[in-house]
């Protein structure tokens, strides 16, 4: 990455930070206005009624302002919190209503000193969104609240009937000095975040890195393994064209068999790890054709048999040749794959595939005799880097059933595993039909 | 005579090599360029099947494709592309071919294709 977009991924990640906090808590926010609102008209129907008897001339004022005022008020910040969740406009809105809601209350309950305590927690409740200017606003209707109902009405704000004009001002500054520090806590938390989104962008970083590297290595790889199988066939060749057949030949030719599956157990590393690189990136493709599932299982079986340690017994369960559109390579791949190592873990005890069709499905189920999976390692073995025995590490990256789950879910089947402990595993390839 | 295109020194000595072996004539290129060259100058009459690498440097398999398409006469040419499984992936569509090769080759299937479209009488067994 250039340092241009290590700093645009770092403003993205922290936009997309940012932007959770914001609509969790608008939702959040939901939640409290609606509850304050259903609270409002509790006050209207229980305090108020107590606190303004004798000024005012009945209960059914306050109901109606708690009602329909506190509907009025709550609405348009929940209306905009549902509608457009996340956006700078929303949480303004939010902090206007929540502290007219605050306003409604200390008036419903005649101006109490401790519903004033609503505002402090409405504040604090607003630095969630860690946006310093939501505090202002807020503050502004707190403010300009204290001080047109002062003037105007001085006991819905204060409880009292008699004017105190400056009075309004005492109220603001303790606001004021709650805002400095929620303020200086947005801050700091906005600088936290900065860091996660730099360390974020640095993970994403390595990650690519590792990425691109084992891809290039893996392509790099291959040529002089192209060479080197290619240098094997030409040898085998010669020797098949060389009457000669002394004992020294034959020992080369023996030597070369050897070499050969070297080569190819080599390719099949290289070929794992570049299929991982391209999963990792997205661009595993598969090339379907029409084939034929039973042919290509029985001829697999029928190649593999030799070198494996199971024997591989092969049942067709359907009458009729199951064909359909599928890469037979990447196929192939998967194939080779669960049969050794089904014959792996079946020690010596036969290897069973069946090829069936289901309504919609071609199946193969290849089982071993072998120990079987525990149910908590059966999601795990598909993931990458995983076995289900770790103990024996040595053998093989742990990359085998990733790429035939990949390889299943590139063609839109699936591969999955049934099995118990001490009764062998079966693994059955779905295909679509 | 059978026309290799491959950019890897080593891989083209290879391929000539196993054709040779198999009494196949052959003509050799290290780029798209050299090849459409080749093929346009003076063989590509005698020219019977043409084995393409995909990445080469200069002109790549996709470049020399679409000239041989233009062709009139170069494009009834048989083509074997040689590749990656992924570049495979992406030409498919995109270029037209008799067969399409994964990296590392598997020389029986490589011959199988090279007898099916070579019909030329092996020059010399041995």
């Not at chain 1, 893996?218 to 199988?229: F, Q």
């Not at chain 2, 494009?75 to 495979?88: K, T, W, Y």
Request: net charge negative; hydrophobic share 40%.
């Amino acid at each position: 990455m250039t340092n241009e977009t290590r700093k645009k991924q770092i403003e993205t990640n922290l936009t997309a930070h940012q932007m959770r906090i914001y609509k969790r808590t608008d939702k959040l926010f939901i939640y409290l206005l609606t509850i304050e609102y259903f609270v409002g008209i509790l006050f209207s129907l229980t305090i108020s009624p107590k606190t303004w008897v004798g000024t005012e001339s009945a209960v059914h004022y306050h109901v109606w302002a708690a009602s329909v005022l506190g509907a009025i008020i709550v609405s348009v910040p929940i209306g905009f919190a549902l509608f457009f969740p996340g956006r700078e406009l929303t949480r303004h809105l939010i902090g206007i209503g929540q502290m007219l809601m605050s306003a409604l209350l200390i008036h419903l309950t005649g101006g109490r000193i401790e519903t004033h305590f609503h505002v402090f927690g409405s504040l604090a409740f607003l630095g969630f969104y860690r946006d310093w200017k939501v505090l202002i606003t807020a503050s502004a209707v707190v403010a300009l609240d204290h001080y047109f109902r002062g003037v105007y009405w001085p006991q819905s704000v204060y409880g009292i009937s008699v004017v105190e004009p400056y009075r309004w001002l005492e109220h603001s500054a303790w606001v004021v000095f709650e805002d400095i520090f929620l303020m200086i806590a947005c801050w700091q938390s906005l600088r936290e975040m900065r860091d996660i989104a730099e360390r974020r962008m640095l993970l994403q970083d390595a990650i690519q890195s590792r990425d691109t590297f084992v891809s290039i290595c893996g392509h790099e790889l291959k040529t002089p393994l192209t060479s080197l199988k290619l240098l094997l066939d030409i040898q085998r060749r010669n020797l098949e064209k060389d009457p000669d057949n002394s004992p020294a030949t034959e020992r080369t030719r023996k030597l070369l068999v050897s070499l050969n599956t070297q080569v190819d157990k080599l390719s099949r590393i290289v070929g794992d790890v570049l299929d991982i690189s391209r999963i990792e990136v997205g661009k595993f493709t598969i090339r379907p054709q029409e084939m034929n599932l039973g042919e290509l299982v029985h001829d697999v079986a029928l190649r593999l048999s030799p070198g494996l340690k199971s024997p591989c017994e092969l049942e067709l369960a359907s009458p009729e040749p199951i064909v359909g559109c599928w890469d037979p390579d990447r196929v192939e791949q998967a194939l080779v794959n669960l049969i050794t190592n089904a014959a792996k873990y079946s020690s010596g005890k036969a290897v069973h595939l069946m090829v069936k069709k289901t309504s919609k499905t071609a199946e193969v189920n290849v089982s071993d005799q072998g120990g079987g999976i525990a149910l908590k390692d059966q999601e795990r073995i598909f993931e990458r880097y995983e076995q289900a025995h770790p103990e024996d590490r040595m053998t093989g990256l742990g990359l085998g059933l990733y790429i035939v789950r990949n390889i299943l879910r590139a063609h839109g089947g699936d591969v999955r595993v049934s099995s118990e402990i001490g009764k062998g595993s079966t693994f059955t390839m779905e295909l679509p039909l | 005579m059978i026309l290799v295109v491959e950019d890897d020194e080593n891989i083209r000595y290879l391929l000539t090599e196993l054709l040779d072996i198999e009494g196949y004539q052959t003509v050799a290129a290290a780029n798209g360029e050299e090849a459409l060259n080749l093929l346009k100058k003076n063989s590509s009459d005698q020219i019977k099947l043409i084995l393409l690498d995909l990445m080469m440097p200069v002109k790549n398999g996709f470049e020399v494709s679409q000239e041989l398409q233009a062709d009139p006469v170069l494009s009834h040419i048989p083509v074997v592309l040689m590749s990656a499984a992924f570049q495979l992936s992406l030409a498919e569509n995109k270029i037209p071919s008799q067969a399409q090769i994964e990296k590392p080759l598997d020389t029986d299937r490589l011959m199988k294709v090279v007898r099916q479209y070579c019909h030329e009488t092996p020059a010399y067994g041995r």
